[in-house]
């Protein structure tokens, strides 16, 4: 079977730290070219064109396409491959709405094109096994600690603190990624709050309350303020003890020790985006993209101090 020839669309730090690396360790895809307004933003030997309009009018042809834009500009690009039958690739979050993404998963089913809602996360090392484990134990409590530096992880992205940006869930997104594909029912936000500083239009951190249709209690807190050890952890507490996910589910404690698998959260998407094309399906779960939109929904925003970078 040839491979299958994929385009990276936006060149920014997560395509050449990510993407770049798990499409050459991946036989399933050929790299046929990249695109960015930025001209050095290309890879050597391989095509470079200003955008997406003039990769599809002057080539090289295309079978996928990978979006790692920012979201709010993600869905005319996932449009317009859809529209051409190109399968597509959405970087997380898929889009900068719910109704965007709704919209392209049915333009998807229309044309044939697979569609590909990423979310790296839940192919970090230890959430298979977490979410097997849970499988089986009565879910007592929950809390989800994700605080880092945004200085460090989102430096000078303008962004992100736009609408449609997230602001902190656009890493908080992650947890929720794992958390409503490891436990066994779905949950919903009761209450929460939104820090937004008093200079930005999204949140630097958020306190949320959710409860899942049993009635455990999920507690969720979000900081970009977090300087020095940075803090990527679910916690879940059964009737068997705790299981515990932390440095962002790549290592799974449970109560018989630890275990710390290889990280292959990118060649694991890979190879579902390659399975899905092969097999003429979608994968297209927005839930987490729900809970976010809940958050700006029902929490109280509170005005916090200017964010500078």
């Known amino acids: ?18 993407h770049l690396p798990a499409i050459r360790g991946d036989a399933a895809f050929s790299l046929a070219a990249t695109v960015s307004p930025v001209a050095d933003q ?22 996928a396409v990978a979006l790692c834009t ?49 979310w790296h996360s839940r192919f970090a090392a230890g959430v298979a096994p977490a979410r097997a484990w849970l499988a089986e134990r009565q879910i007592e409590r929950v809390s989800i600690v994700w605080r880092e530096d945004v200085r460090v992880w989102h430096p000078g992205q303008a962004w992100i603190w736009e609408p449609g940006g997230l602001g902190v869930f656009d890493p908080g997104i992650n947890a929720l990624s794992i958390a409503t594909h490891i436990l066994p029912r779905p949950f919903f936000l009761r209450a929460g709050t939104l ?37 990527w952890d679910i916690i879940v507490e059964t009737d068997a003890g705790t299981c515990k996910l932390s440095r962002g589910g790549a290592v799974l404690t449970l109560p018989s020790g630890a275990e710390h698998n290889e990280d292959r959260e990118y ?40 964010f500078n970078d």
């Open 195 to 231: 820090a937004i500083p008093a200079n930005r239009a999204a949140p630097i951190a958020a306190d949320l309350s959710f409860r899942d249709t049993a009635g455990t209690e999920i507690h969720m807190d979000l900081d970009w303020r977090q300087t020095g050890a940075q803090s």
């Open 1 to 18: 079977m040839d491979p299958i020839r994929i385009g990276i669309v936006g060149m920014g730090k997560i395509a050449r730290d990510q």
């Open 42 to 63: 290309g890879v050597a030997g391989v095509p470079h064109l200003p955008s997406l309009d003039a990769l599809l009018a002057h080539g090289p042809a295309v079978d």
């Open 70 to 118: 920012p979201p709010q500009v993600r869905y005319d690009l996932a449009a317009q491959a859809l529209a051409r039958g190109i399968h597509v690739f959405l970087e997380k979050p898929p889009g900068a709405t719910l109704a965007e993404v709704d919209a392209l998963e049915a333009h998807a089913a229309k044309t044939g094109a697979s569609l590909f809602a990423a």
């Open 267 to 306: 060649p694991g998407l890979y190879a579902r985006f390659a399975t899905l094309i092969h097999s003429g399906r979608s994968d297209v779960d927005t839930s987490p993209l729900k809970l976010v939109a809940d958050a700006f929904l029902r929490a109280r925003r509170d005005t916090v101090e200017p």
